[in-house]
């Protein structure tokens, strides 16, 4: 829950920073998450960004509110108030606080394709 929850943080903050950039995959597994790109630059670049406004988000401890239905898209969302309102159906955390320290890796994975590999580990 808190991978995936990271990892949809993740996301929503590479769309703020790179508001063209599509996403091709995505998968969560037992102790990381990962998200794909179509994307010709080093992605690693926007994230010291990404990092920083993710431990802003956490150290908020924000409350985020679940089972909201977003009236466009018809679909159950989460949303943080300030930050993002993002469609899924998932059940998550209810606030910020509970995800942890994330870390972000980068993965070159072809011509023109960027990964991001997610972790949380406890807070130190
Ligand atoms: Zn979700």
Known sequence: ????????????LVYQHLGSIRKIGAHIAEDKARIDFEW???????FPFIQKE?????????EIMSAFRDE??????????????VP?????LRKTG?????ELKRK???KGKER??????ERR
């Open 1 to 12: 829950m808190r991978l995936h929850f990271a990892a949809e943080i993740v996301l929503e």
């Open 40 to 46: 010709n630059e080093n992605i690693s670049k926007v």
């Open 54 to 62: 993710a431990r802003a988000l956490v150290e908020a401890n924000q």
């Open 72 to 85: 466009e898209t018809e679909k159950r969302c989460w949303t943080i108030r300030g930050f993002a309102r």
């Open 88 to 92: 899924c159906g998932g059940t998550h």
């Open 98 to 102: 509970e995800i942890g320290e994330i």
């Open 108 to 110: 070159n994975i072809g």
């Open 116 to 121: 991001i590999e997610v972790y949380v580990s």
